[in-house]
């Protein structure tokens, strides 16, 4: 008996699932740049800043969180919990430093320092990111869609958990917060940092694994539907403490069920390749981006099918489709054996292919797929980085809950804007750029409410723009990888990124601030219009050091017009994408049709 406990506990400690719980786990921590809405009211009182000075230290957070290259590099060399240990200590020295600063427990330093310590705190975020995928995409590598789309949704959702975390604490002193973002997920990090691994056996295929994925995803569905029902009755009803930790107990439970998946399958099934298996293992080489040297033969042929083929040939049902394609390469590989035709080989990979970074910069659809991300992920992160002024600008009091709402919106979206690009790839064989399109049309409308700033518009813009933004980070991934290749991966994705902080750069640091301040400034002088007196003038003069603040839809009226009318343009480009790559995804999943 205790030999086989002792076994059964080395298949549980060795097994991939257990990896891929402790990873979601660990995402939760790599969601607190979105709780820089909850923050930013309190740094902003507390250091005197104005809204331009805030929507710079904005951008800082956004440039830590999304500048992964370093984290990149330190995952190929060092093991991987030695990565999230570096993480884990950058995330404590820059946001523990600021909240010295914000208490006035030690010396305050100037912007650009500021900006700094945002950067550094908000960058460990990447490290977690990059381990917690690297190590499951290598456990699941016939499953990266869901994987992808889990573990981002779960970074989505980090906000919103760490801010029912924070209810229980109920302090009145809101700069705790920034302490509790700098402890936790350390001390979480700390604790997981030997799971996170790629395991033995962890290519073989199994027939649990699509149960699993679907237990998985109904306690995705459980936990965002029970975040969002605990915020809506903490805003409505004035509950106790008591109420408050009894809720966060129930969260943690939710947050631990999936760890059954692993004891269950540790102890329930053995762990070996069997047939079935090894058949769908055999498979996997046929969809893989790496080929053989003795396919250079057939690669050649199939790069001058690509040319020789009638243009009709893509239109026709997959079947035939593949018939005449492979009459053709017939043709050619005969006409090649004698001489008759000169098979000229391809100077570059095609789409579908591996790509190095240099050699995806000089295509088109790699510059579409980053300006839509840009202008898309850009609008959705802009709302978030100024979602605490927008909310109090419309007589919101408690900015928290916009945040964790827009954190459970993002988490949805990343889940299913992973689901139903599948659902669009899979079983239509249709680019999955046609998923982000409709993403970025309904993030149209949720800026569209923003700007209006109708009663409840704040929850229903909220709403479609968190859902709009997640697709994003489900879909951009999986369709690099398509188009681009998996084998140079991580500086193709790492390169798509920098566009979320290249959009915040542009639309918050300088149209949404600049719009914001400009109308607070109006508001301040309207009181002394048309009586402007000596009294007045020192009024203003002694009372210009306090931010400036400002009330009323017109805050962010126009910023919202222009966010909503910069999603179409992203919708068009992932459009004009789609239209550019059917054929790609027709040859890539035509075959899986038939």
Request: net charge neutral; charged share 15%; proline share 4%.
């Amino acid at each position: 008996m205790t030999i086989y406990l002792k076994e059964r506990f080395g298949y549980f400690f060795n097994n991939r699932w257990l990896v891929f719980v402790a990873a979601m786990w660990i995402q939760t921590c790599a969601g607190i740049g979105y709780l820089f809405g909850s923050i930013s009211p309190v740094i902003k009182i507390s250091l005197n800043y104005n809204q331009k000075q805030i929507a710079r230290l904005g951008v800082a957070k956004d440039l830590g969180d999304s500048v992964g290259f370093l984290a990149g590099t330190l995952c190929e060399i060092l093991p991987l919990w030695a990565a999230l240990l570096v993480g884990a200590i950058q995330n404590f020295l820059g946001y523990g430093w600021v909240w010295l600063i914000v208490t006035r427990r030690t010396a305050p330093l100037p912007l650009w320092a500021m900006c700094i310590l945002i950067f550094v705190g908000t960058n460990g975020e990447t490290y977690f990111n990059t381990a917690a995928l690297v190590s499951c995409v290598q456990n699941f590598p016939k499953s990266r869609g869901p994987v992808v789309g889990i573990l981002k949704g779960f970074a989505g959702l980090g906000g919103a958990i760490l801010t029912q975390i924070y209810a229980v604490i109920h302090s009145p002193d809101h700069a705790s917060l920034i302490f509790m973002i700098a402890v936790a997920p350390a001390m979480v990090i700390i604790a997981l940092m030997f799971i996170i691994r790629p395991v033995g056996g962890h290519r073989q295929v199994r027939p649990s694994d699509g149960l699993s994925f679907s237990f998985v995803y109904s306690i995705c569905l459980l936990l965002a539907s029970y975040l969002m029902g605990v915020m809506i009755v903490e805003d409505v009803v004035d509950v106790s403490q008591n109420v408050i930790v009894i809720f966060t107990a129930i969260l943690f439970v939710i947050l631990i069920i999936p760890i059954v998946i692993p004891i269950y399958l540790s102890f329930t099934q053995e762990p070996r390749v069997v047939p079935e298996e090894e058949a769908l293992l055999s498979q996997s080489g046929d969809q893989g981006p790496g080929r053989s040297e003795h396919d250079d033969g057939q690669e050649i042929i199939f790069s001058e099918v690509e040319e020789e083929k009638p243009k009709g040939v893509d239109l026709l049902p997959a079947l035939e489709r593949q018939k005449r394609i492979a009459q053709l390469q017939v043709r050619l590989a005969q006409a090649a054996a004698e001489g008759a035709v000169r098979i000229k080989r391809r100077r570059g990979p095609r789409r579908g292919e591996d790509f190095t970074l240099v050699q995806a910069l000089i295509k088109a659809d790699f510059w579409l797929m980053f300006f839509s991300l840009l202008f898309g992920s850009g609008s959705g992160l802009t709302v978030i980085d100024n979602l605490g002024q927008m909310s109090q600008s419309l007589g919101y009091e408690n900015t928290h809950v916009f945040v964790s709402m827009i954190s459970i919106w993002n988490f949805l979206g990343r889940i299913g804007g992973g689901y139903f690009s599948e659902i669009i790839v899979r079983d239509n064989a249709y680019p999955r750029h046609a998923a982000m399109a409709i993403a970025q049309v309904v993030m149209a409308f949720g800026h569209f409410f923003f700007a209006m700033g109708w009663p409840g518009a704040m929850y229903i813009g909220t709403l479609l723009v968190g859902l709009g933004y997640g697709a994003h980070w489900a879909i951009v991934p999986a369709a690099a990888s398509e188009l681009f290749g998996l084998k140079n991966f991580g500086a193709l994705y790492n390169f798509l990124t920098i566009a979320n902080p290249a959009g915040s750069l542009v639309f918050s640091g300088l149209i949404a601030s600049s719009i914001y301040d400009r109308e607070a400034e109006k508001q301040a002088q309207q009181p002394h219009e048309g009586h402007l007196n000596l009294a007045s003038v020192l009024t203003s003069f002694l009372n210009m050091d306090e931010p400036l603040k400002c009330e009323g839809t017109i805050c962010f009226f126009l910023t919202s017009l222009i966010m909503s009318g910069l999603c179409i343009v992203a919708a068009v480009l992932s459009m004009i994408l789609v239209y550019r790559t059917k054929t790609v995804y027709a040859n890539l999943y035509g075959r899986s049709r038939t």
